[in-house]
């Protein structure tokens, strides 16, 4: 069978050392049986991860990158167990990172990738180059109809994407139902006005049959999308929807729930893995992400990396949106114009919020800014 | 509306520092905008967080515990949510570290917790004192013959629990379905002979749809158990199982996918929390986590920690049993004994696989130990 290479950073203090882990780490991600006794033949030869190659991590960082191989026999056709394999119960050592990985054509059909990526984003919002503005609408308590104004005014002011807050469920100061219905009327009467193409992405949550059907319910409303947090709701929810044929829409990752899987640099995921190549073997369309200089700790470096992650060659699959956001201010758009370029989207909430007296006014401040930036 | 308690740890400088930290995350995890234009009334009075009380952290650690609230209607009854509200944002935040909640009659409501728990473990397995044991067949690749050749021994020899090994799914060289049927087929001739209860207990893996088949399908056959991997196929699904009235299995969690989640100090979750607390949410019966001492990084007091979070007063959701694994063998018996007490479960699989050639006689030399020790 065809096999596909994983590539682990591992803190070491020597090479010897950091062949050892990796050779640890091939067996703990495939048979979990002490090497010694491995069934020779086909557990051994097919089964059991293979240790490629091994080199020292390029400087400044210390430690080793080892690249392991497993087969498509380990997986068996099943998405949430090629992530057991890639990062199962390595992801509970410590100087143990996960750093990116290569697509066999049987894992490539497993995981089709976005249906819409970077491009399909484009064409439905008709953004057809420069960044991408998307606001939330916000706080949790407000009632539908205010919920619902919000919209419209982001959508007035010319944002292409309006999002629910993540923490907006089915909560009783605004059911989903009525949440849907209401937003997508409002942005749908801006856009009648402006004559653009504002999408309004509600959140879903809850069980997985909810998600599903609040998923299809979004599409038959004329939403423009959907946003999910897999951290929480599970990894495969989104590939699902994504490899479904009958859904239509683009889907936005949010990161909430699972930040500690890689804000330590020496354990969990890479952030061009978690942001960048894991999204989009979910299929996701943007990806939400704290950005450098906010409230978060994210450096410039970590998100040129998730960059490089949504963008780099992986295995046909598209490339796709990184959609920084948190603590987003008109006077950053220079800094952002200069780190991100074009294929971004900037999400832009509480800077926005706070000029609610002349929402779009300030929604078209933002965005004459980023065309002058 | 009735409030709830969650308990953070804040690495800080002082009590200054500390106090604005928290009133950010009391923010970050509900209204999400800054406090300045939370709108007054609804919104700032019952949905935004409150924090009640602070006090430093006990020594020998640093920082200070915050005691934040939050209302039944920043959840609506989504438990997804409620994970959302409890720890969203911030799992993204560095020296931010969840420690504990309470429960209000609503959410206790919502997660009606584990349907088993100790108590009801030990009534299936016949077991009234001591520890329980537990094997794992693997590895990945034996056909399902040599699979169900293992549980049989391992029920044979006495083992209470035989678990799929959590990399089994569906692979082509042992089916589910097939090996589901053969395993329970061959742990019932052993328990026929031995007139003991071993329970046999699948991986279940998958869509969520195909979770959720094979739940039924495991309990239609006659497994004993279920297990699955939260951090990897979404928190809800085991919430959902354990509060169908229809299913009548306990549930064993596995933590592959998530380690990154508790194994720094300063970041992610509490080892009580993850591994007790949050289990207990999610109806889980029986908690996989990597013992001390053996091939992962958990201490002694972690796993001391770990206990307490499965079996503390929780809104009267049932204690569980903590099931230590990897790198268990013989000699370490007495020192389990002395750090676990009666109730546990002892998981050990490489260290009996490896005496393939009498794998019931090396039951029963464990099972002497434990009773002996």
């Known amino acids: 069978m ?33 090497r010694d006794i491995v069934p020779p033949g086909y557990v051994a030869d097919e089964i059991l991860g293979r240790l490629e190659a091994m080199r020292p991590c390029p400087r400044p960082r210390s430690g080793f990158l080892a690249d392991i191989s497993y087969s498509d026999d380990d997986v068996g056709g099943d998405f949430v167990q090629l992530l057991n394999v890639v990062f199962g119960n390595s992801s509970i050592k410590t100087e143990t990172r996960i750093e990116g990985m290569s697509l066999t054509p049987a894992l490539a059909a497993l995981c089709p990738g976005p249906k819409f990526g970077t491009a399909g984003l484009r064409q439905r919002t008709g953004v057809a180059s420069g960044p991408l503005l998307m606001s939330a609408i916000k706080p949790v308590g407000l009632s539908t109809r205010e919920l619902a104004t919000l ?16 923490g907006l469920a089915n909560q009783p100061s605004s059911p989903f139902r009525e949440r849907l219905r209401a937003c997508v009327d409002a942005v749908g009467t801006a856009n009648a006005e402006t004559g653009l193409a504002a999408a309004y992405v509600p959140n879903i ?38 490899a479904d044929p009958g859904f239509m829409l683009p889907i936005v990752s949010h990161p909430t729930f699972g930040g500690a899987n890689v804000i ?6 890479a952030y061009r893995f978690f942001f960048g190549l894991l999204q989009r073997l979910m299929g996701i369309d943007a990806v939400v992400y704290p950005n450098f200089g906010g409230r978060f700790g994210f450096s410039r ?20 949106l990184p959609a920084p956001g948190g603590g987003m201010t008109l006077a950053r758009v220079p800094e952002m114009r200069a780190t991100y370029g074009n294929d971004v989207i900037y999400l832009v909430g509480g800077a926005l919020l706070r000029e609610r007296d002349d929402l779009p006014g300030a929604c078209r401040r933002l965005a004459a800014a980023v065309r002058e930036a």
Chains 1, 2 share one sequence.
């Open 2 to 34: 065809a096999r596909f290479t994983v590539t682990y950073w591992l803190g070491a203090a020597d090479e010897a050392d950091a062949h050892a882990r990796a050779l640890d780490l091939a067996a703990e991600q495939t048979v979990e049986i002490p």
């Open 151 to 166: 919209a419209h005014q982001f959508a007035l002011g010319g944002m292409h994407l309006i999002k629910d807050d993540h």
């Open 205 to 242: 949550s809850g069980p997985s049959a909810t998600m599903q059907e609040r998923a299809f319910m979004a599409q038959e409303a004329g939403a423009g999308g959907v946003m999910l947090a897999p951290s929480l709701v599970g990894y495969d929810v989104a590939r699902g929807l994504a």
């Open 301 to 320: 470096d970590d998100c040129l990396a998730i960059v490089e992650g949504c963008t780099a060659g992986f295995g046909g699959l598209k490339p796709i």
């Open 264 to 269: 330590t640099a020496t354990t969990g995921f």
